[in-house]
C-alpha cells in the first residue's frame, strides 16, 4: 500500500543541551530582534503563502479572507503575470476569450458563499441545460435535457479572466490582500534556527528582488509544472493522451435565446465540443492528434470553420480526409454535407466564422500528485492534479480543492492547531485525493474507450451509451455529478 | 483527605521557574503524584510525540474532542460572568475571531498538568480567546520536546504558552500575595498515570479558580477498556505504545462523582463518553463513559473557600 502521504525526511529536532535553564530562556522570546537577519525574518512571516495568481490560488485568497474565521491570518500570493490585466479588465461585446471553463452550480454556489460571483460579469456567462453527446463512429447518441423551469442549470460557461476579475474585485471588497505580481518566485528553501523561533520546517520562498517570505503554510497553486510540488518532493504521475486540444471563439448561426445546449461529438482522434457563449457566440474545445491541430492552425478562416462543422457532421472517415486538406476545404465540405444525411436537431448550429486570433492549442495531459500535502506545504488546481478537458472539470476540481481546503483550514483554527501541519492538513488530502481521482479515472477511461473505431468496441460502447440513455433514473444520476451537486 | 502525602519517587532537582514565578527556582522536593516508571515510558516516547503517524497519534486525533469538552463546561458555567466564548468548537458559527477582536472580553487562564509534548496546550495557546496557558509535566525529557516544538509557531514564543518541569504539588499556591489559580485546571490523560488519584485530585483543586473547571480525561475500568485499550490498542493493533496502559489504574466515572461528591462546593458535574473509531476519528458516544475514554468535568462552586471541605 502507498502511505497516505509522504513526509519529507526532516532532520531530528536535537534535544536541547542539558542545562535546564536554557529550555526555559528558550521561550523568552524577545521582541527586538537581536540581529538584522531575524527583523528581516520576522517581518516576513506569513500564516499562508500562495504561488500562483491564476483561479485556484485567487479564489483561496478570496475565501481565506472572506471567512471570519481565518480572515486574521496574514496572507500572501506570488503571481509571475501582471494581475491589472484581470483587475482593470474591460470587456466588449463583440469578441470573447477563449480560455473559457465550464463551473459547475457546486462551484458557482462555493464562489457565491465567498462573494466572488456577484462580481463576475453575468452578461458574458452563459448556461447551458442541455448536452448532447453521441459516438462519431456509430452515431449512438445519449441526451441529457434538464428542466428549464427548474434552473437545473449544468453548467455556467465563463471566461477565465471575468472569473479572475470578480475574485480581484472581491478581494479588493475585503479591504485588499497582499498580492506580490509580477514577481518570480526565484528558490524555495527552509528557514533557519532564530533562537528564540525556530523556522526549520518553514518552507521559505526567495522572490525577484530577493526578499524571502516564511510560511506556515506554503499552498502550491502554481499549475501544472508546480515548483512548490517539486519543492515538496511530491511526484506526481501520468501520461501524455499524445492529443492537442485546439480552443477557438466562434460564432454560429443563431442559437435558441434560453435553453442552450452543450454539444460532443467523440471521433476516433478525440472529442470535440462545442460550448455555448452569450448570444451566438461559442468555445470550440477539440481534441485530436497534434498533426491535425497543427494542420487546423494553418487553415485560412473559412477553411477552418469548414473543418468543425464537418467534425460535427460528416462521418470520422470523411474528416480524417479532409484534415489532410491544405485548402479548399470549404468547396469540399460543402459537397460532402450535401449527400450526408445529417439530423439537424441533434448537431449545434452552424458555425459562420471564428473570431481573430482565438485559434490556439495545447498538449492533453493526465497527472495526478501522489500526495497534496506535506508538512506545512498543500498543492491545489493543476499542481495537484491535471485532466482531460472532455468532461469539463479542471477548473471546478480546483475549486473543489480550495473549498476542502478552506473547511480543513478553518477546523484546524477553531481547534488551536498549527494549520501548518500535515496533522492540520491531512483532511484536506483524504477528501479531496479520492474524490478527483475518481474523477480523472472515469475521464481518462471515457477517452480510451471512445479513442478507437475498433468495430467490437464500437459495438458495445453504443449498446451502453443507448442503454443508459433509455434510463432516466441513471442520466439524472450522472448529471447530478456532472454538475457538482453534493 | 491526607493533606500531606509521604514521598514516594524522588524527581531530579531540575525544577526552574519562569519568570512570573520568581527567578529563584524552589527546591524541588519528593513528591506524591508521580511514578517513576510512567516518567520514563513517556520519556521514551518523546521522540516522536508531534510526529503525526508517532506514538502520540491517537492523543492529536482526540484534541479537537477535548477543546469541545472544555467549551461544553464553560458554556455551562462561566469561570468570569460574561465569558463564554473562549473556544469554538468546529462547526460552530461563532468565530473565535470575534472574542478576540473585542478587547475588552475577559481572556481565559490555562493550567494543563501532565501536558507532555503539549499537544493540548499548544492548541490552547492559540486560540484567540485565551490569555494564557502554564503547562506542566514532572518530565523533563518530554518537556524539551514541548518546547522544542513550541518554538517552532511564533504565536506560542511571545509568552503566552509556559512550560514548567514540576508536579502538582511543586506548583506554587501563591504568587505575589495571589492565589495561583486558573479558569480552566485540565488533566488530560493524567489521573490513570497517578499512583495516588485522591491526593493528586485535591492538590490539583487548590489551583481551580472560585467558578472555573477542572477538566479530566480518562478510561473506565472495564472489561471492555481492558479489551481495547489494553489488548486490542497496545497488543494487537499496536496504535498504542506498549506499556502505555495500566488497566488496574483506571478510574470509573462513579469513583470520581463519589470523589467529589464529598467536596463542599464541587456539585457542577459533566461527563461525555468518547469512543475512537478507526477511520473516523474520536465520536461523542453516549453513555461511552461507563464503557472506556470518557470526560469528566466539575465546577469549583464561586463562594469563596469552597473545594475545601
Known amino acids: 500500500m502507498k502511505p497516505i502521504w509522504r513526509l519529507r525526511p526532516r532532520t531530528a529536532i536535537p534535544h536541547l543541551r542539558n542545562s535546564a535553564q536554557s529550555q526555559f530562556t528558550a521561550l523568552r522570546y524577545s521582541p527586538v530582534p537581536r540581529t538584522y537577519t531575524t527583523t528581516n525574518v520576522l517581518e516576513n512571516l506569513y500564516d499562508v503563502v500562495i504561488v500562483g495568481g491564476g483561479p485556484a490560488g485567487l479564489s483561496l485568497a478570496t475565501s481565506l479572507r472572506s471567512s471570519s474565521v481565518t480572515s486574521r491570518l496574514r496572507v500572501a500570493l506570488i503571481e509571475g503575470l501582471d494581475l491589472d490585466v484581470g483587475r482593470k479588465w474591460k470587456p466588449s461585446g463583440e469578441s470573447y476569450s477563449n480560455r473559457v471553463s465550464s463551473l459547475t452550480p457546486g462551484s458557482v454556489g462555493f464562489l457565491t458563499d465567498i462573494g466572488a460571483w456577484k462580481h463576475v460579469q453575468r452578461n458574458r456567462v452563459q448556461a447551458y441545460h442541455g448536452m448532447q453527446v453521441w459516438d462519431g463512429v456509430s452515431g449512438s447518441r445519449i441526451e441529457f435535457n434538464w428542466d428549464v423551469k427548474n434552473s437545473s442549470t449544468i453548467a455556467y460557461m465563463t471566461e477565465n479572466v471575468n472569473l479572475v476579475h470578480g475574485l480581484l474585485s472581491r478581494l479588493e471588497e475585503l479591504g485588499g490582500a497582499q498580492l506580490i505580481d509580477k514577481t518570480r518566485v526565484e528558490g524555495i528553501s527552509f528557514g533557519e534556527d532564530h533562537g528564540t523561533l525556530d523556522l526549520r520546517t518553514w518552507p521559505v520562498v526567495q522572490i525577484t528582488g530577493g526578499r524571502k517570505l516564511a510560511a506556515r503554510l506554503l499552498v502550491g497553486a502554481d499549475g501544472a509544472n508546480s515548483p512548490v510540488r517539486t519543492f515538496a518532493g511530491i511526484e506526481s504521475r501520468g501520461w501524455d493522451y499524445g492529443r492537442h486540444g485546439v480552443v477557438a471563439t466562434v460564432k454560429t448561426e443563431d442559437m435558441p435565446s434560453v435553453e442552450r445546449t452543450a454539444y460532443q461529438r467523440f471521433l476516433p482522434t478525440g472529442p470535440i465540443a462545442l460550448l455555448p457563449l452569450p448570444e451566438n457566440f461559442a468555445t470550440l474545445v477539440w481534441s485530436t492528434t497534434p498533426e491535425i491541430a497543427a494542420q487546423l492552425k494553418k487553415l485560412s478562416p473559412t477553411d477552418f470553420v469548414a473543418m468543425v462543422n464537418s467534425a460535427f457532421r460528416l462521418s470520422h472517415v470523411d474528416i480524417a480526409y479532409m484534415a489532410k486538406m491544405d485548402g479548399g476545404i470549404s468547396q469540399e465540405y460543402q459537397w460532402r454535407q450535401s449527400v450526408t444525411p445529417i439530423d439537424s436537431a441533434g448537431v449545434p448550429s452552424t458555425v459562420l466564422e471564428v473570431q481573430e486570433k482565438s485559434i490556439a492549442s495545447f498538449p492533453l495531459k493526465m497527472r495526478h500528485a501522489d500526495s497534496y500535502i506535506s508538512e506545512r506545504m498543500a498543492l491545489v488546481g493543476d499542481a495537484a492534479h491535471t485532466v482531460h478537458p472532455l468532461a469539463g472539470q479542471g477548473l471546478n476540481q480546483g475549486i473543489g480543492d480550495v473549498q476542502s481546503l478552506i473547511r480543513t483550514l478553518e477546523t484546524a483554527v477553531q481547534t488551536g492547531k498549527d494549520i501548518g501541519s500535515t496533522l492540520s492538513l491531512e483532511s484536506y488530502y483524504s477528501d479531496q485525493y479520492f474524490k478527483n481521482n475518481l474523477m480523472i479515472g472515469v475521464v481518462d477511461k471515457l477517452h480510451k474507450l471512445y479513442g478507437t473505431a475498433f468495430p467490437p468496441v464500437v459495438a458495445v460502447r453504443s449498446l451502453g451509451l443507448r442503454a443508459v440513455n433509455a434510463m432516466e433514473g441513471l442520466k439524472s444520476m450522472i448529471m447530478k455529478q456532472a454538475a457538482g451537486e453534493r | ?309
Not at chain 2, 532537582?13 to 503524584?33: E, M, Y
Not at chain 2, 472574542?99 to 481572556?107: L, Y
Open chain 2, 1 to 309: 483527605m491526607p493533606s500531606k502525602i509521604p514521598p514516594l519517587h524522588r524527581v531530579r532537582p531540575s525544577l526552574i521557574f519562569l519568570s512570573n514565578f520568581g527567578t529563584n527556582s524552589i527546591r524541588a522536593h519528593s513528591t506524591s503524584s508521580v511514578d517513576q516508571t510512567e516518567i520514563s515510558h513517556f520519556a521514551n516516547l518523546a521522540s516522536t510525540w508531534w510526529d503525526p503517524h508517532g506514538s502520540s497519534r491517537l492523543l492529536h486525533l482526540m484534541n479537537p474532542i477535548r477543546l469541545s469538552f472544555i467549551q461544553r463546561c464553560l458554556l455551562n458555567g462561566s469561570p468570569i460572568p460574561d465569558n463564554s466564548s473562549a473556544l469554538t468548537s468546529p462547526g460552530k458559527p461563532d468565530p473565535p475571531v470575534e472574542a478576540h477582536s473585542a478587547d475588552n472580553t475577559q481572556k481565559l487562564r490555562f493550567l494543563d498538568i501532565g501536558c507532555g509534548g503539549g499537544i493540548l496546550a499548544e492548541a490552547l495557546a492559540r486560540l484567540p480567546g485565551t490569555e494564557s496557558v502554564i503547562a506542566i509535566d514532572p518530565s523533563e525529557e518530554v518537556l524539551s520536546v514541548a518546547l522544542e516544538h513550541a518554538r517552532q509557531d511564533p504565536m506560542l514564543t511571545g509568552g503566552k504558552l509556559r512550560y514548567i518541569n514540576a508536579t502538582i504539588e511543586q506548583l506554587p499556591k501563591e504568587l505575589e500575595g495571589q492565589q495561583n489559580q486558573f479558569d480552566v485546571v485540565t488533566l488530560m490523560e493524567v489521573i490513570e498515570h497517578v499512583p495516588r488519584p485522591s491526593s493528586f485530585l485535591t492538590a490539583t483543586m487548590e489551583h481551580v479558580k472560585p467558578g472555573g473547571w477542572l477538566v479530566l480525561s480518562t478510561i473506565a475500568r472495564t472489561w471492555t477498556s481492558f479489551l481495547t485499550t489494553k489488548l486490542v490498542a497496545e497488543d494487537i493493533l499496536g496504535i498504542v505504545p506498549r506499556g502505555t496502559h495500566n488497566w488496574s489504574k483506571y478510574i470509573n466515572v462513579e469513583e470520581l462523582r463519589e470523589f467529589f461528591g464529598g467536596k463542599e462546593g464541587w456539585k457542577d458535574v459533566l461527563v461525555m463518553g468518547c469512543v475512537y473509531v478507526p477511520g473516523f476519528g474520536w465520536r461523542e458516544v453516549r453513555g461511552g463513559e461507563k464503557v472506556g475514554n470518557y470526560f469528566f468535568g466539575v465546577r469549583r462552586g464561586l463562594k469563596e473557600g469552597a473545594g475545601e471541605k
